[in-house]
């Protein structure tokens, strides 16, 4: 197939289930809090209807940088696709978008000239903790497999079995950071209710709608991601269940656990990490992992 | 990659329509329904097995449009009716598969 028909197909399918899972994320929270919450599809329509709402810029932001931002969130997780279920290519870019999308949640809030944009832009510097457990899950799988390509991770996955079996600490980081990013997660710091938004507090219009495309292309991304390093090669039916299974356990996370303040935040996900860090080490050492 | 991009796109369009035609019946606030919907359950099920089974992209998308329609209604409708219209396509596809 065309690349660029194949780019296209992937970033609708990325959009359209990313959309969908978030809405079902919001349900299993609302069944597990005994309330109806909206409908699955609440989230898809919601992201479509700021596209067609009035654009509202305040007069404090910095303007190029405040329109541009958003537009450079949607084109990191778009280079996600590509990288990932596109290409299969190397985990590497992969860390790459990651790190700049926490470029990006920290300038996206300190460009509205909102103090609840700035206050958030702070936590993302602080919230930058969840990086380093998911470039320490990456080292490892470069460590076993011997590649960072996605590829030929999947290839050494066929011949070896899932990866989750021989790191499971190192999948365990990496849940962390999908844990992280999960919509009312809590280490979700930068969207602390105690701050409107957070960062996307003062977006509107367009550019909220870009930012809710983002993050459903990043939740699919992130979860494609995981599904792919850890459990081997699936199928498109394995990917559905694997995702559908993970959006219900973040749901009933974040559903049944309230967001930490910063330092907790912080503190519990560097332990974690590092505990799962050590272990891995050990288990590579002792020769638990082949 | 094509197909699955129609089926998802197939189900979004059928969830919206579900939820818009869903809300026009039934404008009261929020009711938990027990009673079983005939028609609908009947939607459910010839959805979810064109869905799964027919083995054709153009049935399949039907399908998912018509498994959408009912799943995407309204909260507190078309529940019962989408886990019976599931379990029917599953249990249709388990014996396709084994005894086909």
Partial sequence: MNLMADILINVIIAFL?????????????????????PPIVQHLIHS????????????????????????????IWIVGVIAGPVAHDSLLILFGVYAVYKIVEHNSGSSSGSPYGKLSCVRAVL????????FAAIVFVYLVTGTMNIGEIITYQS????????????????????????????????KDKVLVSGFETEHFGLLRGFMLFSESIAWYVMLWVFLTIFFG???????????????????????????LSPNHSV???????????FGTILMIFTGVVA | ??????????????????????????GEPFVAVTKLNAPAAVISIVGWVLAFNSGNVILSAVGFILAGFIMGERPGYGRKETAIGLIIAIIVYLLLRFTV
């Fill in chain 1, 127 to 134: 919230s930058a903790a969840t990086e380093l457990p998911l």
């Fill in chain 1, 17 to 37: 289930a990313g959309s969908l899972l978030l809405g079902l994320h919001r349900k299993i929270m609302a069944r597990v809090q005994k309330r109806p919450g």
């Fill in chain 1, 267 to 277: 503190m519990t996900q560097i332990t974690i990490g590092a505990i799962c860090f």
């Fill in chain 1, 159 to 190: 011949v070896h079995g899932p990866l989750i079996f021989t790191i499971p600490l190192a999948a365990l980081m990496f849940f962390m950071l999908i844990i992280t990013k999960s919509p009312y997660s809590p280490f979700a710091i930068t």
């Fill in chain 2, 1 to 26: 990659m094509l197909d699955y991009m129609i089926y998802i796109l197939a189900f979004a369009v059928g969830s919206i329509l579900g939820l818009v035609y869903s809300y026009k019946q039934h």
């Fill in chain 1, 48 to 75: 479509l209807k700021f596209f067609f709402k009035e654009t509202a810029i305040p007069k404090t932001v910095s303007k190029v940088f405040y329109i541009g931002i958003v537009f450079i969130l949607a084109l």
């Fill in chain 1, 233 to 259: 090669p699936l199928t498109a039916v394995g990917y559905l269940i694997g995702m559908i299974v993970i959006t219900f356990i973040t749901g009933f996370i974040n559903a049944t656990t309230p967001i």
